[in-house]
Protein backbone atom coordinates (compact mmCIF):
# COMPACT_ATOMS: atom_id res chain seq x y z
CA UNK A 1 0.00 0.00 0.00
CA UNK A 2 3.14 2.41 0.70
CA UNK A 3 4.33 1.75 -2.76
CA UNK A 4 1.41 2.94 -4.21
CA UNK A 5 1.54 6.34 -2.35
CA UNK A 6 4.77 6.93 -2.95
CA UNK A 7 4.31 6.21 -7.20
CA UNK A 8 1.53 8.30 -7.23
CA UNK A 9 3.23 11.23 -5.10
CA UNK A 10 5.79 10.95 -7.62
CA UNK A 11 3.01 11.28 -10.81
CA UNK A 12 2.18 13.83 -8.82
CA UNK A 13 5.50 15.67 -9.19
CA UNK A 14 6.22 14.51 -13.07
CA UNK A 15 2.56 16.52 -13.90
CA UNK A 16 3.52 19.79 -11.36
CA UNK A 17 6.47 20.18 -13.65
CA UNK A 18 5.08 19.53 -17.19
CA UNK A 19 2.41 22.21 -15.91
CA UNK A 20 4.89 24.91 -14.91
CA UNK A 21 6.95 23.89 -18.25
CA UNK A 22 4.23 24.57 -20.10
CA UNK A 23 3.20 28.15 -17.82
CA UNK A 24 7.08 28.92 -18.73
CA UNK A 25 6.77 28.22 -22.82
CA UNK A 26 3.34 30.57 -22.85
CA UNK A 27 4.81 33.49 -20.98
CA UNK A 28 7.81 33.09 -23.51
CA UNK A 29 5.28 33.20 -26.00
CA UNK A 30 3.55 36.27 -24.72
CA UNK A 31 6.52 38.19 -24.17
CA UNK A 32 7.74 37.34 -27.77
CA UNK A 33 4.24 38.24 -29.04
CA UNK A 34 4.32 41.96 -26.97
CA UNK A 35 8.30 42.37 -28.20
CA UNK A 36 6.19 42.12 -32.10
CA UNK A 37 3.34 44.54 -30.61
CA UNK A 38 6.39 46.91 -29.66
CA UNK A 39 7.91 46.64 -32.66
CA UNK A 40 5.07 47.14 -34.94
CA UNK A 41 4.51 50.50 -32.82
CA UNK A 42 8.43 51.29 -33.25
CA UNK A 43 8.48 50.96 -36.68
CA UNK A 44 4.89 52.42 -38.14
CA UNK A 45 5.61 55.35 -36.04
CA UNK A 46 8.46 57.03 -38.64
CA UNK A 47 6.73 55.50 -41.63
CA UNK A 48 4.28 57.60 -41.47
CA UNK A 49 7.03 59.99 -42.92
CA UNK A 50 10.26 58.00 -43.38
CA UNK A 51 10.32 55.01 -45.75
CA UNK A 52 6.83 54.39 -45.91
CA UNK A 53 6.87 51.95 -48.46
CA UNK A 54 8.86 49.79 -46.48
CA UNK A 55 8.09 50.10 -42.69
CA UNK A 56 4.17 50.24 -43.60
CA UNK A 57 3.80 46.45 -44.66
CA UNK A 58 6.05 45.89 -41.81
CA UNK A 59 4.30 47.12 -39.35
CA UNK A 60 0.71 45.92 -40.48
CA UNK A 61 3.13 42.34 -39.98
CA UNK A 62 4.13 42.30 -37.32
CA UNK A 63 0.97 43.83 -35.38
CA UNK A 64 -1.09 40.74 -37.13
CA UNK A 65 1.52 38.70 -35.93
CA UNK A 66 0.91 40.04 -32.18
CA UNK A 67 -2.56 39.99 -32.18
CA UNK A 68 -2.77 36.27 -33.49
CA UNK A 69 -0.41 35.47 -30.90
CA UNK A 70 -2.72 37.14 -28.24
CA UNK A 71 -0.04 39.78 -27.03
CA UNK A 72 -0.99 41.50 -23.37
CA UNK A 73 -0.33 44.77 -25.37
CA UNK A 74 -2.85 44.76 -27.42
CA UNK A 75 -3.29 48.50 -27.98
CA UNK A 76 -0.01 49.03 -28.60
CA UNK A 77 -0.29 46.06 -31.86
CA UNK A 78 -3.70 47.74 -32.82
CA UNK A 79 -1.28 51.09 -32.57
CA UNK A 80 1.02 49.28 -34.81
CA UNK A 81 -1.41 48.10 -37.22
CA UNK A 82 -2.91 51.63 -37.74
CA UNK A 83 0.37 53.63 -38.10
CA UNK A 84 1.64 51.16 -40.58
CA UNK A 85 -2.28 51.28 -42.57
CA UNK A 86 -1.81 55.08 -42.29
CA UNK A 87 1.77 54.98 -43.39
CA UNK A 88 0.14 53.17 -46.76
CA UNK A 89 -2.36 55.59 -47.24
CA UNK A 90 -0.20 58.32 -46.76
CA UNK A 91 2.21 57.16 -49.52
CA UNK A 92 -0.67 56.92 -52.12
CA UNK A 93 -2.02 60.39 -51.62
CA UNK A 94 1.56 61.68 -51.73
CA UNK A 95 2.14 59.51 -55.19
CA UNK A 96 -1.40 60.66 -56.77
CA UNK A 97 -1.08 63.91 -55.84
CA UNK A 98 2.85 64.56 -57.16
CA UNK A 99 0.84 62.69 -60.89
CA UNK A 100 3.03 59.45 -59.52
CA UNK A 101 6.59 60.53 -59.30
CA UNK A 102 7.77 59.55 -55.86
CA UNK A 103 10.84 61.26 -55.68
CA UNK A 104 12.29 65.06 -57.80
CA UNK A 105 15.89 65.84 -57.26
CA UNK A 106 15.66 68.66 -59.75
CA UNK A 107 13.98 70.73 -57.52
Request: proline content about 2%.
Amino acid sequence: MSTVTTHQGTAGQGSTRQGSARQGTARRETAEADNLAIASFLLGLPGLLLFNIVLGPIAITLATLALVRGTSRRGRAVLGLVLGVTSLAVLVVTTATSHGVLMDFRS
